[in-house]
């Protein structure tokens, strides 16, 4: 089973080249962000929760998002693979993925989109004006990003030896086949949008 890791920053690409890199690939997008909006914008019980969480910029909880990766990789389209947006992000979410991979099988590529801060921000100004995102606004976003800092980057270090970087300057399709340069050694999908 093919299994991939896109690490990096909010505001890095990551789920715009993840949703192209499963529609080139036929394997599922996992985006654990995505899922969570979702229930928010559903009113259950555990969306309203995620979304008071979400909206300052905080992780829910590591029970919730491994709960919810579990069910996710189980369903018939994630059969051929996944590609995981958004999770892990932090080592206990890491380590709890290593077991489950192992016990599917599966030896993850791991691709981190690294992108300079100031660059970031600017980034995520213009999605909210795009999309309104609520956890786009100001503070949560420096939230977002600091948490990143403190919480997520130190996956660099989990997954050390395993993990190559790309630059995820430029326009989408560069950085898409820079993407697909490091996972595959060729771009694939040709004619893929
Ligand atoms: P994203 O769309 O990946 O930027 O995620 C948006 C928000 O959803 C994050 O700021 C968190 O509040 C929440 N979230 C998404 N993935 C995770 C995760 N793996 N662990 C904890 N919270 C998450």
Redesign the pocket.
């Known amino acids: 089973m093919r299994a991939i890791i896109l690490l990096g920053p ?1 505001g890095a690409g990551k ?1 715009t080249q993840a949703e192209r890199l499963a529609a080139a690939l036929g394997v599922a997008h996992i ?4 899922i ?1 909006r979702q229930a928010a914008a559903e009113g259950t019980p555990l969306g309203l929760e995620a979304r008071r ?2 909206q300052a ?4 909880s590591d029970e919730l ?1 491994l709960g919810i990766v579990e069910e996710r990789v189980g369903a018939d389209d994630c059969r051929g693979g996944f590609i995981l ?5 932090n080592r206990a ?1 890491a380590e709890a993925l290593d077991d489950l991979l192992r016990r599917l099988g599966a030896d993850p590529a791991v691709v981190n989109i690294a992108v300079p801060s100031a660059e970031l921000e600017s980034r995520i100004r213009l999605r909210r004006l795009d999309t309104g995102r609520e ?1 786009d606004a100001e503070a949560a976003v420096r939230r ?1 990003l600091a948490i990143h800092e403190a919480e997520s980057r130190p996956l660099l270090d989990h997954y050390r030896g395993r993990v190559s970087e790309i630059s995820g300057l430029g326009s989408r399709d560069e950085v898409f086949e820079r993407l697909q340069e490091r996972i595959f050694g060729e771009p694939v999908g040709a004619g893929v949008p």
Do not use: H
Not at 57 to 60: E, H, I, S, T
Not at 85 to 89: F, I, L, M
């Open positions: 909010p789920g985006s654990t962000g995505a969570l969480i979400m910029g905080d992780l829910v998002v947006d958004g999770y892990p992000r979410q956890d977002r």
